[in-house]
């Protein structure tokens, strides 16, 4: 896979990243020229693909110190770049631009921590999961959260706006609780870490996430579901829904998937994933 210079790069700007290196591009000229990529053969031609990933969100999908996307999410698109042997350029999104990007044609697929539920189902396709998340509150430790009904007492949950937090804590608090919907992961933790609210909907990581910064201070009190991620393309894209399906078969089989869940999740990869979810297709009609 071809590289390029690095070159310095932020994730709020809506510039964009190379994998092997990093190429700033103004955002006007992302939005100008459609990304719309259909199949395979046509990113091949290009040269290039555009993935929609999460710019704040580690482990799944962050920018590092140096301007670089890391992360799961990260490293499978650039072994699925590689596997199309084109370059690859990222565009970090927050939680609610995701989809609007993908339909939009600013990117070609989302390898975005993309909760797979049927009604995001209709707007996009998903492809067969490839990775496990848990659906958690946490808030400190001296908070006392037994029940669902005791969120309805809090002064604010935070949640990150659109996400699978947000429809969990949605649906799971008792009407009239405030839930403070943010502009993605960051926001929500620095709500928690603020006094902005006294919990926070988060994945299975916020806790770590919260207690590096206060060490000993947040625990899990609820768990709301598990639920898994797949990458997103757009519908009725029948060739590359099913390129990349077969890209997550073969990195299952060879271990490539389970070797870089450990090094991002520090878990190990599940022993199997569902056949089927209800109302939503792995493969595009």
Sequence with gaps: ???????????????????????????????????????????????????????????????????????????????????????????????????????????????????????????????????????VLIAPKTTEIKTNADMGKLKAIAVPRASAQDTQVTKNAPPGTNILRLDGDAAAIQAMLSGQCDAVGGNMFYKDKLNEAKPGTFEDKLEFQRIYNGVCTRLHEKEINASINGFIDKIKANGELAKAHEKWLKLPLPTSFPDSIEGVPYVAS
């Excluded at 700033?24 to 990304?35: D, N, T, W, Y």
């Excluded at 993935?51 to 969100?57: L, T």
């Excluded at 939009?104 to 539920?117: K, P, Q």
């Design 1 to 135: 896979m071809k590289t390029r210079k690095p070159s310095s790069c932020s994730g709020p700007n809506r510039r964009s990243l190379l994998v092997g290196g990093v190429t700033a591009i103004a955002a006007p000229m992302i939005l100008s020229r459609p990304a719309f990529a259909i199949t395979p053969d046509e990113i091949k031609k290009r040269g290039k693909i555009i993935i929609g990933i999460q710019g704040d969100n580690p482990p799944w999908g962050f920018v590092n110190s140096s301007g670089v996307q890391e992360g799961l999410d990260a490293e499978l698109g650039a072994l699925y770049a590689k596997e199309l042997d084109v370059n690859l350029e990222f565009v970090p999104l927050e939680v609610a631009n995701r989809i609007p990007a993908l339909t939009s044609g600013r990117v070609d697929c989302l390898f975005a921590t993309m909760a797979m539920f049927p009604d995001r189902a209709k707007a996009v396709q998903f492809s067969k999961p490839y990775v496990a998340n848990i659906i």
